[in-house]
């Protein structure tokens, strides 16, 4: 059971919608189940002769009396609106229990407490099967507002209770740092136009995935640009510094051929332009050149930070913990833009899902993150795409996801923990898609028997320990082959072996030679490295590169979102 509280000044233009067709004629007999009177309140449902006027001017009325005996005026957002929807498949509720779950919620936000006599005067009406409105005037009859400080997060807490006593489906508990939903208006829009999703909804992905790719802040305007995006800032007064921005989507107006403008704050929270700048380095180092030495450095720095999140996570230390989190979900966005088409899909479904799981009551320290999310920037701006590398890192990817699951739910976070959960899910499954066959090929290319044996000798040498669970583990004829690669690229294996293995402890690895052979494959190449420093020395320069970010919308972009 969903609650959705916001406040207005428009009672009549409320009450005709709540009374009228709806927008597609989806609206069928809507009437009054509860108010404050219910022998007080005209219902244009059930009296047709009674207007939508007379019963809007019953309400206005109240609210102007009081506020004129004193003194002042009308006060400002005094429409209070709680749509409260049951989840897809709950069972159908009666008016009388309609009547009871309003009630419920007017008392429990502090709109009409119970037996108070000069509480705000409120209706519900149902004209749909699965969901009612409230609506509420919020001037009491002493003069004085309602005491409904937090009301959204006490309706949501009252209707985990009703869920439970009704025996509907129980959702998550919120936190208030889940983004805004889209209103009945924009689905309706987006359904007659054959749009999978809202503008709004797309307009969040597209900030998200260019946040997570741009260093700096003219970057980020300049990419979403080069969308279609529609951007428009807000300017101090004084300064005449950037202190707010709005996005449009491409074609989406209003009635009037304006385009629909969305703040950055309202599309999430942390999309507002100071938190977005606590995420992006500053000016001197966004502008600091580039050098392109080893084309593979990318994407083993972003394995090894996402490798070291998870001692973060175990720290204690809440707000670097969180920090990691927001930059990790930056990092899934990079890792889905980079990623060869056919695994892309399932990449792009883990950004989105993980972007509930970045934002908690806690606020994030996100200096503690730099490193992690500036690997990821690195990603963002690679060339080549190196397939054991990216198959490494994607495997990093979904341990991280399901320890952020545990951190999330040994914090009661359960919106967020069932959010990270999804994304192991489809992070999960874009590995084994990319990993299944290149473990089949590593297997087909094992070394020699003696050659195996040595390996076996340096894995009972180096990680006595776990040497049975390794050797027993299927993919140990794929480590053979790792192993022979990373000795040919100039790395002792007994010593990788021991260095990898203590990287995390690998008692609860389910497969510790599949942990092991992704682990060294990420290694880098010490002859490569070798060649590239005595090329320095002799004088010829990296390359210095100032790339675009590689930037893939992460939704279908809507062709043309017409008027209304």
Excluded at 356 to 375: C, F, G, N, W
Aim: glycine residues 6%.
């Amino acid at each position: 059971m969903v609650p959705d509280v916001s406040t207005g000044s428009d009672t009549r233009g409320l009450i005709a919608y709540l009374f009228g067709p709806g927008r597609r004629d989806e609206h069928t007999d809507p009437h009054i189940v509860a108010a404050w009177d219910m022998a007080g309140a005209p219902d244009p449902g059930r009296v047709p002769e009674t207007t939508y006027t007379q019963l809007a001017k019953r309400l206005d009325t109240h609210v102007d009396l009081r506020t004129r005996e004193l003194g002042g005026k009308k006060p400002s957002q005094h429409v209070w609106h709680c749509p409260v929807r049951t989840a897809p498949g709950d069972r159908y509720l009666t008016d009388t229990e309609w009547a009871e779950v309003a009630r419920r919620i007017v008392h429990a936000t502090g709109i009409a407490p119970d037996g108070d006599e000069k509480a705000c005067r409120w209706i519900a009406v149902r004209h749909a099967d699965d969901h009612i409105h409230i609506m509420a005037a919020t001037v009491r009859a002493d003069g004085r507002r309602p005491r409904n400080h937090h009301d959204g997060q006490r309706a949501q807490a009252e209707c985990r209770k009703i869920e439970a006593e009704f025996g509907l489906h129980r959702l998550k508990s919120g936190d208030l740092t889940a983004p805004r939903t889209p209103t009945g208006a924009e689905r309706a829009k987006a359904e007659r136009q054959g749009q999978t999703v809202t503008a709004r909804h797309w307009l969040r992905e597209q900030a998200y995935a260019v946040a997570a790719a741009v260093r700096n802040e003219a970057d980020y305007f300049t990419v979403l640009q080069s969308l279609g995006i529609k951007v428009k800032t807000r300017l101090g007064p004084e300064t005449g510094d950037v202190i707010g921005y709005s996005l449009a989507a491409p074609g989406d107006t209003n009635a009037a051929g304006e385009p629909v403008w969305y703040g950055g704050s309202k599309l999430a929270p942390d999309l507002s332009i100071n938190r977005l700048r606590e995420r992006l380095p500053d000016q001197e180092v966004a502008d600091r050149p580039r050098h392109v030495a080893d084309s593979t450095a990318p994407w083993r720095h972003t394995t090894t930070a996402i490798d070291a999140a998870h001692t973060v996570l175990d720290s204690g230390d809440d707000a670097a913990a969180q920090g990691h989190l927001a930059a990790f979900g930056d990092a899934l966005y990079n890792i889905a833009s980079t990623t060869p088409r056919p695994h892309r899909a399932e990449l792009q479904a883990a950004a989105m899902a993980f972007n509930r799981a970045r934002r908690s009551a806690t606020r994030a320290d996100h200096q503690a993150a730099t490193a992690l999310r500036e690997a990821a920037k690195e990603l963002a701006y690679a060339s080549n795409q190196p397939g054991g590398l990216a198959i490494a890192l994607l495997f990093a990817t979904v341990h991280l996801a399901r320890a952020a699951t545990r951190w999330h739910e040994q914090r009661g976070h359960e919106q967020q923990a069932a959010a990270a959960e999804e994304a192991f899910r489809h992070l999960q499954s874009a590995y084994q898609q990319a990993a299944t066959p290149v473990l089949a090929d590593l297997a087909r290319r094992a070394p020699r028997a003696t050659t195996a044996h040595r390996y076996e000798q340096d894995v009972r040498a180096a990680l006595p320990n776990h040497a049975d669970r390794i050797l027993t583990d299927p993919n140990w004829t794929a480590l053979t082959t790792t192993l022979a690669q990373a000795e040919t690229a100039g790395h002792s294996p007994r010593r990788l072996l021991a260095t990898v293995g203590t990287e995390r402890e690998l008692d609860s690895a389910e497969r510790p030679a599949e942990v092991l052979n992704w682990r060294i494959a990420a290694q880098p190449n010490r002859r490569t490295q070798a060649a590239r420093s005595r090329s320095t020395i002799s004088g010829t320069s990296p390359t210095s590169a100032t790339p675009r970010p590689s930037v893939t919308p992460v939704a279908a972009r809507p062709e043309v979102i017409s008027r209304h």
